[in-house]
Nanobody
Framework: VQLQASGGGLVQPGGSLTLSCVAFGTFFSNNAMAWYRQAQGKQRELVAHISSSYITNYADSVKGRFTISRDNAKKMAYLQMNSLKPEDTAVYYC??????????WGQGTLVTVSS
């Protein structure tokens, strides 16, 4: 199973960015998907999670600003990030857990929020 994340970049405070994650080699529709992030010098933290039944959960710090979604036909997950803040700067990782509770990680994509 491979996860490939993309969409990171430099954005100004208040701006928007959409991250994408494509999955290869897995029966995607049964998988839970999530986005984690790790800022420099900090531990990796859960940002948003979406279950196979489309139930979503968000970290308090991103509620109302970020939206996680999935497209099972394309085997993709997305993270729409609005009203970005400098404290959102981090490497964002795509994560997946399959039906057998095996976890998979993407390679990470850097999001920098700065003026």
């Amino acid at each position: 199973v491979q996860l490939q994340a993309s969409g990171g970049g430099l954005v100004q405070p208040g701006g928007s960015l959409t991250l994408s994650c494509v999955a290869f080699g897995t029966f995607f529709s049964n998988n839970a998907m999530a986005w984690y992030r790790q800022a420099q010098g900090k531990q990796r933290e859960l940002v948003a999670h979406i279950s196979s039944s489309y139930i979503t959960n968000y970290a308090d710090s991103v509620k109302g600003r970020f939206t996680i979604s999935r497209d099972n036909a394309k085997k993709m997950a997305y993270l729409q990030m609005n009203s970005l803040k400098p404290e959102d700067t981090a490497v964002y990782y795509c994560w997946s857990r399959d039906y057998y509770s095996s976890d998979y990680w993407g390679q990470g994509t850097l999001v920098t929020v700065s003026s």
